[in-house]
């Protein structure tokens, strides 16, 4: 069974870094894209990043510059360092696989405040 689970976030003042790591199991992880996602209070869910087996990264523009997705194939994590973080960055982000369907972690709170 494909498990995966996302820690890191919290409260973050304008400017702010964090990492959210995302640990999976149950799957052959070093085969499948991987993928962030947020969804903030209200709106749906919006594409953040992807990272490829081959380790081509993907940007949505709202974070292109500022956040950097990451992979360790070895330990079955996927990163995400997110930098000069913005009020607009609050959402749950969550981790999703694609393996045979869509698999999701249940999300970790970000927000951005002063």
């Known amino acids: 069974q494909v498990q995966l689970v996302e820690s890191g976030g919290g409260l973050v003042q304008p400017g702010g870094s964090l990492r959210l790591s995302c640990a999976a199991s149950?799957?052959?992880?070093?085969?499948?894209?991987m993928h962030w996602y947020r969804q903030a209070p209200a709106r749906q869910r919006e594409f953040v990043a992807t990272?490829?087996?081959?380790?081509?990264?993907i940007y949505a523009d709202s974070v292109k510059g500022r956040f950097t997705i990451s992979r360790d194939n070895a330990e079955k994590m996927v990163y995400l360092q997110m930098n000069s973080l913005k009020p607009e960055d609050t959402a749950v982000y969550y981790c999703?696989?694609?393996?045979?369907?869509?698999?999701w972690g249940q999300g970790t709170q970000v927000t951005v405040s002063s």
């Open positions: 999703k696989v694609f393996a045979g369907r869509d698999t």
């Open positions: 149950g799957i052959a992880f070093g085969r499948y894209d």
């Open positions: 990272i490829t087996t081959g380790g081509i990264t």
